[in-house]
């Protein structure tokens, strides 16, 4: 039985559109699901345009900029009418709201670009510090750790947001590793030209995943637990990794 949508108080129903990278909408797609269920759990509705696309970061990264800007301009026309823009990755996230401006800068569609940045949120810092919200009502029982991306972290400033979220989820237990902001070694391309120096961060993280003796490590980074989940998967197969969203979609 599905719940009872419930409105928090000093906030009004809004209409979010969904930005869901490519990774997730491909291997994660429970991620995107799980973040439509914790909005409509508290009164919001949501879209998702199907006509999005990849956000371009990867030719943005390898110095192809034009090559970005043409796959980033399909982005500018899918959300050029939304209010709010939701990104359930801090990766993509920060492509769109900090360098969609640097890479439309002197271009012709600059305005938009700055435009589509000013309506951009990771999905953390727009439950906590748009609409306030701090327990969505879920429960997760068990030990979990959580890991701090680096594009959500050192670009869009994302580091309490998730961690006052899941203070609140009934039957959790989080416990800070010491490396929890240390780079997982992923980095997109990063970990397909330098494999060897990418696992061996990978190593670093899982390491200190593992001194907490968690079940769970958590991230807003589907990404990084792509990165991590492999590295557990293949050394140690006990720790479970879990998009933030699916864990406070829990009931």
């Not at 997730?24 to 973040?35: A, E, F, Q, R």
């Not at 914790?38 to 879209?47: A, I, K, Q």
């Not at 070694?185 to 494999?195: C, S």
Request: aromatic share 8%; hydrophobic share 40%; with cysteine.
């Amino acid at each position: 039985m599905p719940c009872r949508a419930i409105h928090i108080s000093g906030t009004h129903p809004m209409r979010v559109t969904l930005f869901v990278p490519c990774f997730i909408d491909s291997l994660y797609p429970n991620v995107g699901m799980s973040m439509v269920r914790v909005l409509e759990h508290l009164g919001h509705s949501v879209e998702f345009p199907e006509e999005q696309t990849c956000c371009g970061q990867p030719p943005f990264n390898s110095g192809y900029w034009d090559e970005a800007r043409a796959v980033a301009s399909k982005q500018l026309d899918v959300f050029k009418n939304a209010e709010i823009i939701l990104s359930g990755s801090g990766s993509c996230g920060a492509m769109f709201k900090v360098f969609y401006p640097e890479l439309f800068h002197g271009h012709d569609r600059e305005a938009e670009a700055k435009a589509l940045s000013a309506k951009t949120w990771e999905f953390s810092e727009f439950l906590v510090n748009k609409l306030g919200v701090k327990d969505v009502g879920a429960r997760f029982d068990g030990k979990a750790t959580f890991h701090d991306g680096c594009h959500g972290l050192r670009e869009l400033g994302t580091k309490h947001a998730p961690r006052e979220l899941l203070s609140h989820v009934k039957g959790l237990e989080l416990v800070e590793m010491s490396e929890a902001e240390t780079c997982c070694g992923f980095g997109g391309t990063f970990a397909v030209k330098y494999p060897q120096i990418s696992t061996a961060m990978a190593e670093v993280k899982c390491n200190s995943i593992c001194e907490t003796k968690a079940d769970f490590v958590i991230s807003n980074d589907s990404s990084c637990l792509m990165q991590i989940g492999g590295w557990l998967d293949r050394n140690i197969g006990s720790v479970k990794c879990l998009h933030l969203a699916e864990v406070l979609a829990s009931r």
